[in-house]
């Protein structure tokens, strides 16, 4: 009498789950490798290019205005500012967008926001960046004016030019998400007369310090 064997029903979903797992094993390997393979060309990409943060410099600031009145606390400044930027990429270019300038003293903003066209700027590119920075009647602290005054006294005043934005990075066709950046820039202007400043200006090569 010959034997007729047959497998039980647990035993063909156990051979089953077998089946599916060794499938979703191999599934989760190959988009493992994959992900890694993507990661690493990324990495490589970066590490051969690795785009270095574009260089400011301040060549000139005119302050043709910077009177504070009392008793409301309210600054009148016009400033004229200009600054050179300088991409050190041989590779790399850059897509400067959103750019917004303003002039600080003491820690207190003393003109509002002044835009600059957006522009690109190729590999080993200089641009110089002009603008007019005005304040009508902003409040400041009550304590600006006596800084001013004492640094008439002295003989010598210390600015900060800010200005910020987005960069994007280009290589080849490829261009990069947008990055925030900042940079901020010390003036020191000498007063003509300790009592006297209508009008001061300064020229220098100044480097500016980026954050990327």
């Not at 409301?72 to 990429?89: A, F, G, K, R, Y």
């Amino acid at each position: 009498m010959s034997q007729v064997l047959t497998k039980s029903p647990k035993h063909c979903a156990k051979k089953g789950l077998n089946i599916d797992y060794k499938h979703y094993k191999k599934l989760i390997y190959a988009f493992s490798t994959f992900f890694l393979s993507i990661l690493s060309l990324i990495f490589l990409v970066w590490v051969i290019l690795h785009p270095s943060k574009p260089h400011f410099s301040l060549k000139e600031v005119n302050i043709n205005q910077l009177n504070i009145s009392a008793p409301h606390n309210l600054v009148n400044s016009s400033i004229q500012l200009t600054l050179l930027s300088n991409n050190p990429n041989k590779k790399v270019g850059i897509y400067y967008e959103n750019l917004q300038v303003y002039a600080s003293y003491k820690g207190q903003q003393i003109s509002v926001d002044t835009s600059l066209p957006p522009f690109y700027q190729e590999h080993e590119e200089t641009n110089f960046l002009s603008a007019d920075l005005v304040g009508n009647g902003m409040p400041v602290g009550p304590s600006l004016g006596y800084e001013v005054g004492r640094d008439k006294i002295a003989g010598k005043l210390v600015m900060s030019l800010k200005v910020s934005g987005r960069i994007r990075w280009k290589v080849g066709t490829w261009v990069s998400g947008q990055n925030r950046f900042d940079v901020n820039c010390v003036a020191t202007v000498d007063f003509g007369s300790p009592v006297e400043s209508s009008s001061l200006s300064t020229k220098q090569g100044t480097q500016c310090s980026t954050i990327v």
